[in-house]
């Protein structure tokens, strides 16, 4: 997407404490390390390359998952979480400086919103940190606001409602463009709880005019990505329930727009990385919202449910990008909700679980898997990819993080830092205990 490497300048974690820590395992990791290499050379593999692809692999980190998550239940705070933007961006370079992996965050706006954006971008850089997407949010009323998204926002009835949901986006456009982003998220809410209450065509059309309004003010090397999602907060049906919507939708809109796959956004059980296939296939695949989930849109840590699934998925872009030979860059970013862990120690797992995936599928030997499938040898088939799935790489993991500045062991050296024992004497302690996301 054409971000530009950002130089931190400021280190929250001393390396002299990432020093320390990684000295303590360094001797067992490099022992790890050259068995690994032994066993992948064994089947032609180089250790060595698929590091280097992975010191490539960059994934954005969700702002709102920087605090202490809630459900419509309750939110319980965490003393030391961040309070605003700033904060959070603190955060998220803890996370990058640990990993290596994660130099972007993506914001919620007007969640994320602040006076000056310049300086928000002088104060991300000076960590290390740019700006991925930005989120729009059209499923909440802000305080002031001259109409209610009660009734849908983008799709609403109401022409002024839309013109207002219309204006958010475009106003999103205006603040990404000055911190530097190459993308608008638009998840709506919009939808129906009874038969009969919403139109189906004529909400979906409405949505369409609506997004005509947005997408004609992208700038060019803007991405616009539609995340589709099957229900909540509605629950009967949802404008852009699903990936075919979706895909009719960015097709309808023009190329710079582009569908994004949420994990958590499906019914049960449905084969998502077939969805992700087809919407590489006919080039609509924008970008991902990581996480995980067991029923509902849990938004648990990605790969902690499910890790195969991850590993399937990631199966499909290492094949979509081969066959796409480069021209293949769809925004990895996080979509996650820490309800009662250290949001920083969820996603330095949740990056592990993400850069695992990437590599076990970089590791498939796609020449004998297409021979297999070509002569229906199932079980050959099934094994190629299983083989890979059950190879432990976590050494080359911890390899690219080391080599990047990071950590042998992230959460280990984080406890270490006693970063957030820090925070709670600096930040302010927030009271809000009630229910909703952030
Ligand atoms: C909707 C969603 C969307 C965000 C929100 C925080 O469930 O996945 O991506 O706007 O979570
Ligand atoms: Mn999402």
Redesign the pocket.
């Known amino acids: 997407m054409g971000y530009l490497t950002i130089d931190r300048k400021m280190s929250l974690i001393p390396p002299e404490v990432i020093a320390a820590s990684n000295a303590k395992l360094m001797s067992a990791h490099l022992a790890d390390y050259d068995a690994l290499a032994v066993r992948l050379a064994r089947e032609n593999i180089d250790i060595e390359h698929m590091v280097d692809r992975l010191m490539t692999l960059q994934v954005g980190l969700?702002s709102?998952g920087m605090v202490s998550g809630g459900t419509r239940y309750a939110r319980f705070p965490l003393p030391g979480e961040p309070n605003n933007i700033f904060e959070k961006i603190e955060d998220c370079s803890v996370v990058h400086q640990l990993t290596g992996l994660t130099p972007r965050v993506s914001i919620?706006l007007p969640w994320d919103k602040t006076d000056d954006y310049s300086e928000l971008r002088q104060y991300a850089e000076n960590l290390g940190i740019g700006f991925d997407a930005i989120?729009s949010?059209t499923?909440q009323d802000q305080t002031g606001q001259a109409r209610s998204y009660k009734y849908g926002s983008l799709s609403h009835s109401n022409a002024a409602t839309r013109e207002q949901a219309i204006q958010h986006n475009i106003d999103c456009i205006e603040a990404g463009k000055v911190l530097g982003s190459k993308a608008l998220?638009v998840?709506i809410?919009d939808g129906s709880n009874f038969p009969g209450q919403n139109e189906f065509t004529d909400t979906l059309e409405r949505y369409l005019e609506s997004l005509k309004g947005v997408y004609a003010h992208l700038p060019n090397d803007w991405r616009l990505l539609i995340?589709h999602?099957i229900y909540?907060p509605a629950f009967y049906s949802t404008v852009v329930q699903d990936w075919g919507t979706s895909i009719l939708c960015a097709q309808r809109l023009g190329e710079k727009a582009q569908c994004?796959v949420?994990l958590?956004?499906h019914a049960p059980n449905v084969n998502i990385e077939m969805i992700v296939a087809r919407l590489a296939m006919f080039g609509k695949l924008g970008g991902f919202?990581f996480n995980d989930s067991k029923y509902g849109?849990d938004?648990l840590d990605s790969g902690s449910i499910n890790p195969f699934q991850l590993f399937l998925v990631f199966n499909e872009l290492i094949s979509a990008e081969r066959r796409a030979k480069g021209q293949f860059d769809p925004a990895y970013m996080m979509?996650q909700?820490h309800n009662v862990t250290d949001p920083i120690e969820s996603l330095l797992n949740s990056a592990r679980a993400i850069a695992g995936a990437y590599v076990k599928a970089l590791i498939v030997d796609r020449d004998a898997l297409k021979g297999y499938q070509e002569d229906n040898d199932v079980i050959m088939a099934h094994n190629c990819l299983r083989l890979s799935f059950e190879t432990d790489v976590r050494p080359a993991l911890a390899m690219a993080r080391v080599r990047a500045g990071g950590a042998i062991d992230p959460i280990a050296t984080y406890r270490a830092s006693g970063y957030r024992n820090q925070k709670m004497k600096t930040r302010r302690l927030r009271s809000d205990l009630g229910g909703g996301?952030?």
Do not use: A
Request: net charge negative; glycine share 8%; proline share 4%.
């Open positions: 969700p709102w919620h989120n949010n499923f998220t998840w809410g995340e999602k909540e994004l949420d958590g956004h919202h849109d938004d979509d909700s996301i952030v």
